[in-house]
């Protein structure tokens, strides 16, 4: 039971550039959402999924996608790298929704030059 | 408005000390309130939740709803409990989100 898996750990991107973070539970989780942790902002909420093909906007959303076709993956796109995306980006997952003990990934820390 | 708020950013105090992290929330509903800790290089993990009104490493959280808040307590303070440490709310109707605050560090001094 590897919990929630985020891939990669580290990752540098230049401006304009493209990519998804992947993340994956195995813990047959319903609601997934997606968050950056910038200092002295805490944890803001991007992306979340309540369930496979449904997707919502979070507190910042610009600038990134989401899909969940199915209950384990919730990938995060960003279209055209900002540096002021630069960020750790953590997912998380919980069984039942906001009410319930969310389970974090390990983080991804991304620097865009 | 649904807010967490945290206002201590950093707090420091000595080994067997007394710690309280203080944590205030604005939230129209039914609350559900959480502490995650994340130590040095781990992930953030569950410290507790109010609902379950259980001590984990010896902290204990009492949500006080006249006072909208969930403060963190532990009467000793211990090196391995240097952290980061924080407060959220989990909303219970309408858009289900966890609603985070900017977290508190703390330190224990030897």
């Known amino acids: 039971n590897a919990g929630v898996t985020q891939t990669p750990k580290f990752q540098v991107l230049k401006t304009g550039q493209s990519m998804t973070l992947q993340c994956a539970q195995d813990?047959?989780?319903?609601?997934m959402s997606w968050y950056r942790q910038d200092p002295g902002m805490g944890l803001r909420l991007i992306h979340y999924?309540?369930?496979?093909?449904?997707?919502d906007q979070g507190e910042v959303p610009n600038g990134y996608n989401v899909s969940r076709s199915t209950t384990e993956d919730f990938p995060l796109r960003l279209l055209s790298a900002a540096p002021s995306q630069t960020s750790v980006y953590f997912c998380?997952?919980?069984?039942?929704?906001?009410?319930?003990?969310?389970?974090f990934g390990q983080g991804t820390r991304l620097t865009v030059v | 408005a649904q807010r967490v708020t945290q206002p201590e950013k950093l707090l420091s105090v000595f080994k067997g000390a007394p710690v309280e992290l203080k944590c205030n929330y604005s939230?129209?509903?039914?609350?559900?309130l959480f502490w995650y800790v994340q130590y040095s290089r781990q992930r953030l993990q569950l410290l507790l939740r109010?609902?379950s009104r259980e001590s984990i490493k010896g902290f204990t959280a009492d949500l006080n709803k006249g006072e909208t808040s969930f403060h963190l307590k532990k009467p000793f303070a211990q090196e391995e409990d240097s952290a980061m440490y924080y407060c959220?709310?989990?909303?219970?109707?309408?858009?289900?989100?966890?609603?985070f605050g900017t977290g508190t560090r703390l330190k224990v001094l030897a």
């Open positions: 998380a997952s919980s069984a039942r929704g906001s009410h319930d003990t969310a389970f």
């Open positions: 813990m047959n989780h319903e609601y």
């Open positions: 999924s309540v369930g496979a093909g449904i997707t």
């Open positions: 939230y129209s509903g039914s609350p559900e």
């Open positions: 109010h609902i």
């Open positions: 959220a709310l989990g909303t219970t109707s309408g858009t289900y989100k966890y609603i």
